[in-house]
């Protein structure tokens, strides 16, 4: 299994990113999958959950209404839109397999990308 986060950088507030995770060794389409991320000096925290078709979206109340997670099954790629960036954004961001419920049990998340939010 391997998940292979990218996208992140350094953003202005209000500004935009967006996060891919590349996943391979397993079947993709039949996972739900999950982002979540690490503040410094914070535990994991999770952000947004989707299911095996991309129907179903849930998202942490921190980031409604400002991240987009999707996912293309053909590309066995997981995407998080970030719009309206906070300073409080700040985080290494992990892509999880599992949903909201499940992905910390399953514990398979990469290695990260770094989101940094700063004027």
């Known amino acids: 299994v391997q998940l292979v986060e990218s996208g992140g950088g350094l953003a202005q507030p209000g500004g935009s990113l967006r996060l891919s995770c590349a996943a391979s060794?397993?079947?993709?389409?039949?996972?739900?999958m999950t982002w979540a991320r690490q503040a410094p000096g914070k535990g994991l925290e999770w952000v947004s959950s989707i299911s095996t078709d991309g129907s179903i979206t849930v998202y942490a109340d921190s980031v409604k209404g400002r991240f987009t997670i999707s996912r293309d099954n053909a590309k066995n790629t997981l995407y998080l839109q970030m719009n309206s960036l906070k300073f409080e954004d700040t985080a290494l961001y992990y892509c999880?397999?599992?949903?909201?419920?499940?992905?910390?049990?399953?514990?398979?998340w990469g290695q990260g990308t770094q989101v940094t939010v700063s004027s």
């Open positions: 999880a397999r599992g949903g909201v419920t499940t992905w910390r049990e399953i514990g398979s």
């Open positions: 060794g397993f079947f993709f389409r039949s996972e739900a």
